[in-house]
């Protein structure tokens, strides 16, 4: 497989074999110092695509008491990134069709900056949950953007930079979930504030990301390359609806375990204390296991061993967790960890199971919006069945019976096979 080593001619049209594993950059490949920098940027600005979510659930009781907003509301809280992800992911083709994928990047990053800085000090339970749209939204547009910019900008290292750029979304999302209470209590024993100081990381990721975009713009020296997907029916690919449900059924698999997990260990005698040490250790494994994952994947022909592999260690996991809870609880967290190298995997295979520019946009953005729709209902329905049962037997069935379509799609979407093939293209 060879890659480009810069823009095609202009007015040439690279034949179906030429275009075999390659993608026309979005500015001349990066070496030396502009590489790191460009690492770095991708850190920066994944780091703050999950504050905005975990940074809510520690302090929802406090919300609530000022707020004065109801269950159903704070229930819808707890929903909307997911929801939000799907709805503004879904617009991510139609702005990238019209400008940079850089610049669509900052301006996610701006709607995150705006509503970050915000939303704690409007007065209502409705402003802040139009605020956390704000946010998310520009989360869900970013989403989509890093899998092509990485694309574009690594040609060449599509699954190192990918894991890169993962290591920053799980610290993010870990450092965020534990210091925003004792950040609050340092600030005044204010919720508002520990909410409002991931403002200050966002409008730094946003500073960087408008001068990347126009370093970018002035080294193309050119328009916009064309990444428009009118015309690419990306739902009759089969490899596509192979890369959404991969990725939807390992996000409900993360879901179920980061939202149930804990009970289901109280629930067989551990204390509070020690479930949420537990819980804690899966983010922590997932920051090491998020870079070599996709970084070993890239080097294969083929990833669907190594996706099936992980959605096994996902059943040793529950196995464990089903019929030795309390044996050694610090294991099943262990392999859980690992083996939720699964969501840095198929990233990076968004990157790898296109050819083209518009091919990478379409995918990533039917991938992972079709991929969280999917995601939605299995912590509601673990949750059903617990409340419905009073135990886990039924829901850790379940949540084993889900691993099969996982491994199944998983597999399809690891082949080498590029979503143009589908589409005879």
């Not at 800085?117 to 989403?143: D, E, H, K, M, Q």
Request: proline fraction near 7%; hydrophobic fraction near 55%.
């Amino acid at each position: 497989m060879t890659e480009p080593s810069g823009p095609e001619p202009s007015g040439t049209e690279p034949s179906r074999t030429e275009w075999s594993g390659r993608l026309a950059p979005e500015l001349p490949p990066l070496a030396g110092a502009a590489r790191v920098l460009m690492l770095i940027a991708l850190v920066l600005a994944a780091f703050n695509l999950r504050p905005a979510v975990t940074s809510v659930g520690p302090v929802l009781e406090e919300i609530r008491a000022t707020l004065g907003m109801g269950g159903l509301l704070a229930g819808l809280l707890t929903a909307l990134p997911a929801v939000c992800f799907v709805a503004f992911g879904a617009l991510a083709p139609r702005l990238v069709a019209r400008t940079f994928p850089s610049r669509v990047l900052w301006i996610a990053l701006a709607a995150v900056t705006v509503g970050l800085a915000l939303r704690p000090f409007l007065p209502t339970s409705v402003t802040f949950v139009l605020l956390s749209c704000l946010a998310l939204g520009g989360i869900g547009v970013a989403n989509i953007m890093m899998p092509v910019i990485v694309r574009r900008a690594f040609p060449h290292r599509v699954g190192f930079a990918t894991g890169v750029y993962s290591m920053g979304l799980t610290l993010g999302a870990a450092i965020a979930a534990a210091v925003t209470v004792p950040l609050s209590a340092a600030l005044g024993g204010d919720w508002r504030y520990g909410l409002v100081a991931w403002a200050v990381p966002a409008g730094l990721a946003l500073v960087v990301w408008m001068g990347v975009a126009r370093w970018i713009r002035q080294r193309s020296g050119g328009p916009p390359p064309g990444a428009t997907s009118e015309g690419l029916r990306i739902s009759r690919s089969r490899t596509a609806w192979a890369v959404a449900l991969a990725f939807g059924l390992q996000g409900m698999q993360a879901y179920i375990t980061m939202g149930w997990v804990p009970q289901i260990y109280r629930d067989a005698g551990l204390s509070a204390t020690y479930a949420g040490v537990l819980l804690a250790l899966i983010p922590a494994i997932g920051i090491p296991t998020s870079f070599l994952v996709p970084t070993i994947g890239a080097r294969m022909r083929s990833q669907s061993g190594l996706i099936v592999g992980l959605t096994a260690l996902s059943l040793v996991a529950y196995l464990g967790l089903w019929f030795m809870p309390t044996t050694v609880p610090w294991l099943w967290v262990v392999i859980m960890g690992v083996s939720q190298g699964t969501f840095p995997l198929v990233l990076a295979m968004i990157g790898m199971r296109a050819r083209t520019s518009a091919g990478v946009v379409s995918l990533s953005s039917f991938g992972q919006s079709m991929g969280y729709l999917i995601a939605i209902p299995g912590p509601i329905v673990v949750g059903a069945l617990y409340g419905a049962t009073g135990g886990w037997d039924i829901a850790l069935g379940l949540m084993i019976l889900l691993l099969v379509p996982q491994a199944i799609a998983g597999y399809f979407a690891g082949r080498q096979r590029y979503v143009e093939d589908d589409l005879g293209l």
